[in-house]
């Protein structure tokens, strides 16, 4: 059920005072994206110089841009400089499917000594410690938290910022979370279950039309699968994502009520069997956000009634009707 979203190399660099683009830089961020938009991975690599080679080889910078990169993001649409930190150069990528910053720096010979692909954190967002809008868990029936919390132990989404103390939750009986062959996804007790908003809000985005998974499988082009946001009035956004292909039953400026039905949980996306992917965020975009810690006003955890609590890993968790 992971989701690897922060792509990141880099090694040392050359001082630089302007914070005006230089134009061996303009040039040396033109031909990376021609050569990496053409599938052209060995030349990106030839262009490194000898210690980034060292530390990357061909094969594994090949393997890093096809199948960490393009399958995850695409190809590059549009490259922008948007400034110099330390010498090196900035610059905001527009991909097919994300916007991420691309870091590059310059040996006095032109070759690359520094390199780093990584998420887009608008620094005029404000970053959210954790819900003020009540919330309730956007599901019936008693639920598993698979991962959940705020150490890495319990929760291994803490080490990604734009996903830090997001949920991953199923169900279970018997210690599983299917019944039958593992390969069938309407085998796992949680696959079709009734997705409900947590609490009124206004539909944010929508992503429909991916195909669930066979379980054991995943779809790194589609990370979050079939996916919906909501907005609250507090400007939170809840994002709920690997849902059932064709069960979303909203659409984009829709207000919904806390409890109305939104989808059916899947296994859509880069995942692995059938669950729910739950995080707050600051950003509509996932991969522009800080993730923040999302609180449940009243619920049952492991048989006893907790208010304004936090799920951690391994709790059972269900409404209080």
């Known amino acids: 059920m992971r989701t690897i ?14 914070q005006e683009e230089q134009g061996n830089y303009a040039e040396a961020a033109s031909t990376f994206m021609q050569r990496y938009n ?22 594994q910078t090949l393997a890093f841009f096809a199948q960490n990169v393009n399958s995850l993001m695409g190809n590059i649409e549009e490259m922008q400089f948007a400034r110099i930190d330390n010498g090196t150069h900035i610059y905001r990528a527009d991909f097919e499917r994300a916007v991420a910053e691309v870091v590059i720096s310059l040996t006095p010979q032109q070759t690359i000594n520094g390199f780093a692909i990584k998420p887009v954190n608008a620094s005029d967002i404000p970053v959210l410690k954790r819900n003020v809008t009540p919330m309730i868990l956007p599901f019936n029936e008693e639920w598993f938290v698979f991962w959940g919390g705020t150490t890495v132990e319990q929760n291994y989404h803490v080490d990604y910022p734009d996903q830090q103390y997001a949920y991953d939750i199923l169900m279970v009986a018997d210690g599983a979370s299917y019944v039958g062959d593992p390969k069938k996804n309407e085998n796992y007790l949680v696959f079709g279950k009734e997705v409900i908003a947590p609490c009124n809000a206004k539909v944010a985005h929508v992503i429909t039309g991916v195909h669930d998974n066979i379980p054991g499988e995943l779809n790194p082009e589609q990370l979050t699968g079939n996916t919906v946001v909501l907005e609250t009035e507090n400007g939170e956004y809840i994002l709920l994502a690997h ?23 899947g296994n859509s996306g880069n995942s692995t069997e059938p669950h729910l992917h739950l995080s707050l965020q600051n950003h509509v975009d996932m991969l522009q956000s800080t993730g923040a810690k999302l609180y449940f006003d009243r619920i049952m955890v492991n048989g006893e009634i907790k208010s304004d609590y936090l799920p951690v890993k391994e709790d059972l968790i269900t409404n209080i009707n």
């Open 5 to 18: 979203l922060i792509l990141f190399i880099l090694f040392t660099n050359y001082l630089s005072f302007s």
């Open 38 to 59: 053409m599938g052209d991975y060995g030349a990106i690599f030839d262009s490194f110089n000898v210690d980034m080679q060292k530390a990357l080889p061909r094969e």
């Open 243 to 265: 849902l059932k292909e064709g069960s979303i039953v909203v659409e984009e400026g829709q207000e919904v009520l806390q409890g109305e039905v939104l989808a059916q949980c």
